[in-house]
């Protein structure tokens, strides 16, 4: 099998359609299959990896950047098309929408990957994204929220599953000596509440609302720390929030973090904190868990479905209300523990990577055919 994944991003981004079409990649490739990426980013095209450049901000009001990105997507996804079995479209970006359209117009099977904000934000009566889906082979989601939120939509479906998202095995659980070290290397005294959150610095992602109640959370427990690992247009904000708050030290903004290092920040947090306000499947969350490390998340639709799968494990409060999440943190705080062995378990049986490959192979299989 031959297949072509067109996705807006690859690592060391975070984001769920960088992370899942790299993963699915590298566990194909294991398998014997061709895996090729088209991709946005300024990078020279490669046997595995053709890039589409982005264009400049200033001019984007005028449509003429994406027109631009639309020719050279056309142009490069053409030629790809030709040795590919199938296509694997990650979300409803500009780009991804012109490839789709060409695999419809030369008649090249697409299967298309819907994480999120595509659903969620939809109308009902975007003729192109419903376009986009009726002429999918077949179309998979992160969820059951999602998957019914579509069904709700009344969104043209010809074939359609949850596939959950695979957890990395590099996510773990490690032995204490491991998770010192790593806080050590940190600077945190070996009694210093950890709180970890990995997201994109996003208005959906609302570290506003985390970094307030972090505020209320060090004026019971002055020693802890909240790490918050991920790049955005809300860095400037947050930073000036943490200032405000005379957050100081304790509130550390880290950047892109490679995924190597992410998953020894998730071993070695006593507590991952999800504030976001909108989430599909929340795979960092999953990561955390993985990881032997408990979840506090607001009551978006995707920490609700954590909650359902894992129990007490995901602890979640309601949506943009720091008291209630500063009070969550401070309750687990007093009776800290790790993640309960069934969690990871269940991450094994449901959430690795080999099970998510499979349950694809057999989606491009039945696309191709």
Known sequence: MKVLMVTPHLPPYQAANALLPHLLGV????RGHGVRFLTFGRGPDGAEIAYVRRRGARLRATRVPQALEAAETWWKAEALLKTADVVHVHSNTWMNQVAARLCAARRKPYVLTHYGTEIWH????DESFRRMNREARHVAFYSQALHARAVELQVP?????????PVADEFHEREPGLRRAVRERLGLAADAPLLLNV?????LADQKTLFDAFAAIRRERPAAVLLVAGSGECREALAAQ???LDLGDSARLLGL???EQVAELQAAADLFVLSSTLEATPTVALEALASGTPVVSTDNPGGVELAALFGDDVSVVPKQDPAAFAAAVLAFLAAPRRARAESRERI??????PGVAEQYLRIYGEAAA
């Not at 566990?27 to 294991?30: D, G, I, N, Q």
């Not at 939809?122 to 009566?125: A, E, M, R, V």
């Not at 479906?157 to 998202?165: D, G, K, M």
């Not at 094994?348 to 990577?353: C, G, K, M």
């Open 199 to 203: 997201k994109r610095l996003h208005p």
């Open 27 to 30: 566990a194909l490739r294991e």
């Open 348 to 353: 094994a049986a449901q959430f690795r990577l």
């Open 257 to 259: 973090v490679p995924n």
């Open 122 to 125: 939809h109308d009902g009566k």
């Open 157 to 165: 479906l010809p074939a359609a599953s949850v596939v959950y998202p």
């Open 242 to 244: 943490a200032r405000a």
